[in-house]
């Protein structure tokens, strides 16, 4: 089992360019969860999603940020334009199917690391 | 904020003393989990307790909670130093499927 996997690992761009994160969750998951890690902020829920809908973008920092799941394999975060304060790790996770909204376990990728100069 | 928060922030031990971090939270929840986090990688989950449980083991850990307090507790018993981490409580709320973090904790534990 390869894990949730996301590309890039590492992205470093400057400040106006567009980026765009990738995310492929488990097979067999249906809830998909992106995350961003900063020294100030901690672990922060962006948005998830559930059976490809999202359910919750009251993360979302502004209207920069988008995020999207076109099937059930993959998602993309999309920042544009960036900013250098948009520089964190952006972590995507997915989680087995539940019930009556019992979070289970999460399983997160290796996170992509974002610096934007 | 619904987020747990973890307490101390930061723990340096011995190898083989027992660590105890602690996570305290605002509103009731249908279940509390603990993960953990080597430095450049993604989190790792690392055990699991329902709001209808007070206690739980898994190997070396053990996780209580006390929701009249809303505080959890890891322990750690014999530590080693590859239990150097950061370690980070989620909460799931009502009939949300979101686990929410608190800012973590780092504990350090020396050979």
């Known amino acids: 089992d390869a894990g949730v996997i996301q590309s890039p690992r590492h992205e470093v761009t400057e400040m106006g360019q567009e980026v765009t994160l990738r995310c492929k969750p488990i097979s067999g998951h249906n809830s998909l969860f992106w995350y961003r890690q900063t020294m100030m902020r901690g672990l922060e829920l962006l948005i998830y999603f559930n059976n490809n809908v999202p359910i919750d973008d009251s993360g979302m920092p502004e209207d920069r940020f988008s995020a999207k799941m076109p099937n059930a394999s993959f998602s993309t975060l999309k920042i544009q334009p960036s900013e250098p304060r948009d520089s964190a790790v952006y972590f995507c996770a997915s989680s087995f199917p539940t019930s009556r909204g019992n979070t289970g376990e999460l399983f997160f990728g290796e996170g992509s690391r974002l610096t934007v100069l | 904020s619904q987020q747990g928060e973890e307490d101390p922030q930061a723990l340096s031990i011995q190898e083989g003393e027992n660590a105890t971090m602690n996570c305290s939270y605002k509103?009731?929840?249908?279940?509390l989990q603990w993960y953990r986090q080597n430095s450049g990688r993604g989190l790792v989950h690392l055990i699991l307790i329902r709001s209808n449980e007070r206690e739980k083991h898994s190997g070396r850990l053990r996780v209580t909670l006390d929701t009249s307090k809303k505080s959890s507790s890891l322990l750690i018993t014999a530590s080693r130093a590859a239990d150097t981490a950061s370690y980070f409580c989620g909460i799931s709320q009502g009939g949300s499927e979101k686990l929410v973090f608190g800012k973590g904790m780092k504990l350090t534990v020396n050979p």
């Open positions: 509103t009731s929840i249908n279940n």
